[in-house]
Structure formats: C-alpha cells, structure tokens
C-alpha cells in the first residue's frame, strides 16, 4: 500500500528490485531515506522528501522554479530566433513550432531531465504504465469530461452575452496551419504538457505534500500557460477557471489511474477534436 494515498503501489519489483531490496535490507548500516511516500522508490537531491517541511518546502520551490524556468526560456528563444531568423505573426506555422519547441520541447524537456537524474526508476515515479484499451477508455473518459467542462462554460459565456473563448487558431485561414497544429500538439505539446505537469509537478508534490497540494498546484501553473485564449472583456475569470477545471479533470485522472497514459490520451482526444472543429469552421 502507498503512504500518500492508500491505493496499491505503483508498480511490483521486478526480480532484479526484489533481490537488490534484500540486499539493502542486509545491509547492517541503517538507511535513513524515508521512501514510502515515493512510491518505495527512492528519491535524492532537491526532491527529497525525507528533510521534514524543510524539504516539502523545498520540493515546492523546485517545481514553480522549474515552471518558470520553461516559461522563461520559451520567450528568450522566441525572442532570439526572431531577432535571427524572423517568426511570423501569431497563427503562423512558423510561431506554433517555435513556441512549442521553446516551451513544451526545451522548457519542459530541461525540467524533465532534471527531475529524472534523481530517481533510480524514472519511468515508475512518473507512473508511465501500458497503453491498452483500459488505457484508451479512461482516457477517453477524460476526454470527454474535457468537452462538458467547456460546453458549460460556452453556455455561461452565453448566458452573460460575451463571445465564447477562441484560441489563435479560430482566426487563422491557412488549411495547413491546422494539420501541423493537430500533429504537434497531439504528438509533442501534449505528451510533453502532460509529462511536466502530472509526472513532475503533481507526483513531486503528492509525494511531498498531499494529492490535494498536488492536483492545485499543477492545475494552476496548468492555467499559467493557457492566457493567450481570445476572450471579450469580463471573461478573463472564467477562462481562467476552464482551465483550471481542465487541470483538475487531467489531474484527478492521473491520481485516480495512477498511469500517465490516461492524462494523455484525454487530453490529446480533447485537443485534437476542438483543433478539428475550428478547422471545419474557417475552412469549411
């Protein structure tokens, strides 16, 4: 059984595991590294769980360093690159690749390599499982809980007479800007969203905090990258709290599943139907 949670471990030893715990648990020196909050995997440097609130303390403070690090990053390089090279306007093939290849890709990719040196087992802290039908249909499920959550937040958009949120692609004409946006982001953005997001900062912080901690903290830096939606003047809030939903739902889908896959299954299913639906609208 898992400390933090109660649910079962993340994953069973393999032979190999169960033979180097019987020889750690051989060794007279006593270890003082407190794993069961970690899944019984252990875990060293900044993410340390075992220093106290001093180390949960310092476990939060990596993770929002390590979020801000990325979102800085991400203009620093689309500032150079369009000081050198030129990036086109916003809704632009050339602006979405280098966006995502600032953020997603060298942001969360630099946050990712830093978290996974300190963890024996990577691919088990961050609860990569299988990708199988169990997989596809909790997935999907998150997927769809995506599509109600902003269908009522459409409505209450409505309700208030404001224009509905629209990202920068609801304005964009070009038939390819939609095909390379539908592959990057469900093949990168949001693999790579995902893996920051739930892998990093949720179990980092469910690990060192609570699952509640977790779940709010990643679903508002969730929200932090989200703030380009196009929106009339009154609705900043309630975006702001779509997303934040939206965060919540992956999150919860995480936690629950204890498998990344699901979080990413839903969220590409969620991406690539509305990319599809603007798609159909200005082009159809």
Do not use: K
Not at 231 to 249: I, K, N, P, R, S
Request: proline share 6%.
């Amino acid at each position: 059984m898992s400390a933090d949670d109660g649910t079962p471990a993340d994953d069973d030893p393999t032979p190999g595991a169960r033979e180097g715990s019987t020889r750690r648990s051989a060794d007279p020196t006593p270890s003082t590294e407190d794993t069961t909050r970690t899944g019984g995997l252990p875990v060293t440097g900044p993410l340390d769980v075992s220093g106290g609130v001093t180390g949960r303390v310092t476990v939060l403070g990596v993770v929002v360093g390590l979020f801000a690090l990325a979102v800085v990053t991400s203009r620093v390089l689309t500032a150079l690159t369009a000081a050198t090279v030129g990036v086109g306007d916003p809704g632009t093939v050339s602006r979405l690749l280098v966006g995502v290849a600032g953020l997603q890709v060298v942001g969360f990719g630099a946050a990712l390599a830093f978290v996974v040196q300190y963890h024996e087992r990577p691919l088990s802290y961050l609860r990569v499982g299988s990708l199988d039908w169990w997989t596809a249909f909790h997935g999907a499920a998150v997927g769809l809980a995506l599509m109600i959550l902003t269908s009522a937040v459409t409505v209450v958009f409505r309700l208030f007479a404001l224009e509905p949120p629209a990202g920068t692609a609801a304005v964009t004409p070009d038939p390819l800007f939609y095909v390379v946006l539908f592959l990057v982001s469900t093949a990168v953005a949001v693999p790579m969203e995902e893996l920051f997001f739930r892998g990093v900062v949720q179990r980092s912080l469910t690990a060192a905090w609570h699952p509640v901690v977790g779940v709010g903290v990643a679903s508002l830096l969730f929200v932090g990258i989200h703030t380009g939606t196009q929106v009339d003047t009154g609705g900043e809030l309630l975006v702001a709290a779509m997303f934040l939903g939206f965060g919540v739902v992956l999150g919860v889908g995480y936690h629950v599943t204890r498998n990344l896959f699901v979080p990413v299954v839903g969220h590409a299913i969620f991406n690539g139907a509305q990319i599809l639906t603007q798609a159909l609208d200005v082009t159809v």
